[in-house]
């Protein structure tokens, strides 16, 4: 009988309140923690299942693969951080990279030829932030109509034929590794340069205010629309950057490449953690959602399972973190 009242008197009084504090703590964890955890266990299950996967050349194709596609993800993550999209990213990087190989072509060198291409895609992120900042159109309207017009203009520059005759050193670039794949090293280096704006500069300030309230960002004195520039100028400027990588790794240019990166760029941002209410998103957690991704998509040709159960796998998981994300935000509420 005493041993059954100190059992009730413990249940009511010690363990809960550890377990209470246990689980508030999880609670609290951002969704980018559980993509870490989630993407780590899936590669130790998938070095126990398959004897590939681990091995050099498999893990530097995934390198490649999740090098590009965290570039746009990046580029894209930053419009979602001032609440708004881009859903124009595929189109504009296949559009880039076939003006790049058809400037190439007519004997440019490629540092002019590049420098044009980064020069155009900035120009879209422009035409994309008058669009959406000075006339008012919703950036769901302007970059999906984006992803018709520049998906269009790609197969008007090729003819509808893919570009080859590129120079050895575009192919080079993509092929070479320097302790790691080149690729790697420029996903590095676009993931510093943009942590370094969003979390150390008043613009990166600005952005994750805009996102959280745009009104009260405004009546602050902040230039909204400015911040909308720099926003789609970051995000088409990635994805003109990754259209001339994907060109170095394909060592052609199609005007289909790139095709649904748009997706999977919005879905690595929100899997790493961005809100697409705006206010949130971080570059290591878009970098660790394109992992992801990349991972699964890598275990579903090792493992010979059907690359539709991929697409139903990377639905759910999508859901499932926006689900998270906003009973996350009720509770934080007190809802």
Excluded at 6 to 27: D, I, K, T, V
Excluded at 188 to 203: C, E, K, S, W
């Amino acid at each position: 009988m005493t041993d059954q009242i100190l059992r009730r008197a413990g249940a009511g009084s010690s363990f809960p309140g550890a377990e209470g504090f246990m689980h508030s703590w999880l609670r609290r964890l951002p969704i980018e923690t559980y993509v870490i955890v989630f993407t780590v266990a899936l590669w130790i299950v998938l070095s126990l299942a398959t004897p590939n996967f681990l091995t050099e050349n498999n893990i530097s194709n995934i390198m490649r693969q999740t090098s590009i596609a965290a570039i746009i993800a990046i580029g894209v993550m930053c419009t979602i951080v001032i609440a708004g999209i881009d859903l124009s990213v595929g189109s504009v990087a296949a559009f880039c990279g076939v003006a790049f190989a058809q400037l190439c072509g007519y004997g440019l060198d490629l540092l002019p030829a590049a420098a044009l291409t980064l020069v155009a895609g900035l120009g879209v992120g422009m035409i994309n932030a008058v669009a959406i900042g000075r006339l008012g159109i919703p950036a769901f309207i302007v970059t999906l109509a984006g992803l018709q017009v520049y998906r269009g203009l790609a197969l008007l520059l090729a003819g509808g034929m893919t570009v080859g005759g590129l120079p050895p050193e575009v192919k080079d670039f993509a092929r070479g590794t320097t302790g790691l794949p080149n690729l790697f090293w420029a996903m590095i280096a676009v993931g510093i340069a943009v942590h370094y704006v969003l979390r150390f500069t008043r613009t990166g300030r600005y952005m994750y205010a805009m996102g959280s309230n745009a009104e009260a960002a405004r009546r602050q004195g902040i230039n909204t629309f400015r911040i909308t520039a720099i926003a789609y100028l970051m995000s088409s400027g990635l994805a003109a950057l990754a259209g001339l990588l994907l060109v170095s790794r394909l060592s052609i240019a199609s005007p289909s490449m790139a095709n649904a990166y748009e997706l999977q760029a919005i879905a690595a941002a929100v899997v790493g953690g961005a809100s697409l209410f705006g206010g949130r998103g971080s570059v290591l957690g878009t970098v660790c959602g394109a992992v992801l991704f990349t991972t699964m998509a890598n275990a579903a040709v090792l493992l010979g399972i059907d690359p539709f159960w991929e697409m139903v796998l990377v639905g759910l998981l999508i859901a499932l973190v926006v689900y998270l994300d906003n009973m996350q935000k009720r509770r934080q509420a007190g809802v």
